[in-house]
């Protein structure tokens, strides 16, 4: 897994994006994701099969944290979502990681290890209290497998 920078983020405002939450995800001029959540593009990864976005949002949002699979045709393949409504701190990723074998760690509340499968494994998402799957993507084929690290 190594970082990139061939995906640019262009946060929607305006009357009918009164949260301003989501986000229009580019490459080389061309739309790939018209509506995604996220406003911040934290980091971005290219790895086996595809790329991985990692996405935050400003405050108030910043307890959360939206990573996205993309495959080598810029289609979503997968997503997981990071969420903790917490009153201590803000949401920051730190020691962020790309390692061998499509592997990445960091830290956002807590010590994470997301790896990635090109492939995927099918079957019911197992994800850490905290981690989410959007709902109709919870049974499926899981391209990320996340992991809490011990601290």
């Known amino acids: 897994m190594d970082f990139c920078q061939e995906y640019t983020l262009d946060p929607l405002t305006g009357p009918f994006e009164p949260l301003q939450i989501w986000s229009r995800v580019s490459r080389a001029g061309h739309t790939v994701l018209p509506r995604i959540d996220g406003t911040d593009l934290i980091a971005q990864m290219r790895c086996q099969g595809g790329h991985l976005l990692m996405l935050g949002y400003e405050p108030p949002f910043d307890e959360g944290l939206h990573l996205v699979f993309l495959d080598d045709r810029d ?6 979502r990071f969420s903790f409504a917490q009153p ?3 949401g920051i990723v730190t020691e962020l990681r790309a390692l061998p074998d ?10 994470w290890r997301v790896q990635v499968s090109p492939q995927g494994g099918l ?12 709902p109709g993507r919870l049974i499926g084929r ?6 809490a690290l011990a601290e």
């Open 75 to 80: 289609r979503l393949r997968d997503e997981v």
């Open 88 to 90: 201590e701190g803000v």
């Open 102 to 111: 499509d592997v990445l760690t960091f830290n956002f509340y807590g010590r």
């Open 123 to 134: 079957g019911i998402s197992r994800t850490p209290t905290g981690v989410y799957r959007l």
């Open 142 to 147: 899981h391209r990320l497998q996340v992991v």
